[in-house]
């Protein structure tokens, strides 16, 4: 038996089916994927954290170090995702020699805060809710920078946009934050600044 030789609408109907309906379907999971990280890209790059006392990647002045007041520096950021619960700051020094070392852990900042500011206190519970951890040298809140003399050490701010309340208790660690907010995070935005001796 011959089948019939198929004609040109048909031809067009199956390069129509084969081709074309496909891109017209909804988006398959690695596409829908692909957009959430677009999105958290566009998000992480609108967050921007800023300091009135030190510049981008310029010098912390001696106050806000062992060498001064040892005093937290102001900081402020502009407003998150619309879905943001809140936030968490992580200050730490990745030039130290054996390990990064953390010098400032607060989160379950509350969603509307847009700013820390100098000198905030080294209590476990702040007055807005907001809960400090533990730095490298086991006390909680700010510890400024103290490199070893005639060493220039980089100090990165990261802030977290959280989709919601990390559920810890004051006193966490760096890494109890990190293994709390994995999966949460809804923006970022980072500030470096240096220190020597």
């Not at 995702?81 to 070392?101: H, I, R, S, Y």
């Amino acid at each position: 038996m011959t089948l019939p030789k198929p004609s040109n609408s048909q031809l067009i109907i199956v390069f129509l089916l084969a081709f074309v309906w496909p891109l017209t379907q909804p988006s398959t999971a690695a596409d829908r994927n692909l957009a959430t990280q677009d999105a958290i890209k566009q998000a992480t790059d609108s967050l921007q954290l800023t300091s009135s006392s030190f510049e981008t990647d310029a010098a912390i002045p001696a106050k806000y170090t062992c060498d001064g007041e040892d005093a937290s520096p102001a900081l402020a950021w502009n407003d998150p995702p619309a879905a943001t619960k809140g936030f968490a700051l992580v200050m730490d020094d990745p030039d130290a020699p054996n390990k990064t070392v953390v010098h400032w852990v607060i989160y379950d900042m509350p969603a509307a805060t847009r700013k820390l500011p100098e000198g905030v206190a080294q209590d476990p519970k702040l007055t807005d809710g907001s809960l400090q951890g533990k730095n490298s040298h086991g006390k909680i809140g700010y510890s400024g920078p103290c490199p070893p003399h005639g060493v220039v050490h980089h100090y990165f701010f990261k802030l977290y946009a959280l989709d919601k309340s990390t559920g810890l208790k004051a006193g966490a660690t760096k890494a109890q934050l990190e293994a709390a907010i994995k999966g949460r995070i809804l923006g970022k935005a980072q500030l470096i600044g240096r220190f020597e001796h």
